[in-house]
């Protein structure tokens, strides 16, 4: 947005270091009329700061304190490193050292056998299934396809009935 105070073309011409020509955005988001400004460069310096400059910047921060004390909590991964180094040396297991009162080991297999729990997976014997034969895998296959085909084409149909189909 130009503004009638500035001739943006002789402004651009005049500019010296440190000056630029810029335009913000409002409250809005719309743009604000042209302005000439002054550009401030960085305040910073190269090379490393001295002890003394640095001990005065930390007591002037705004976090002054909080960060004083290393914390050296356990990580994640020294924990499953510590956990794995105790199951192999045959510590008992979180699962195998609580082990549920007299009753609750009752409740738990009655309706482990009710209800298919780990009781009950235990006493049962999965039946032992042979593998198939070429020809029987073959077969199934093909009625596998064929019977999804057959599927789609009497759901199409039907739906296609029920909707008014294609005109």
Known sequence: MANPKIDTETAITELGVGEALISLLDEKGRPTPVERAFVLPPTSQIGPITAAERQAIMKSSLVAGVYDQTVDRESAYEVLKARAAQEDQGAP?????IAPPPAAAATTSIFGSIFGGDDAKETKKAPSRQSDTLFEATAK?????VGTQLGKQIVRGVLGSIMGGRR
């Open 93 to 97: 297991s979180a699962k195998e050292v």
């Open 141 to 145: 296959s093909v009625l596998r396809s």
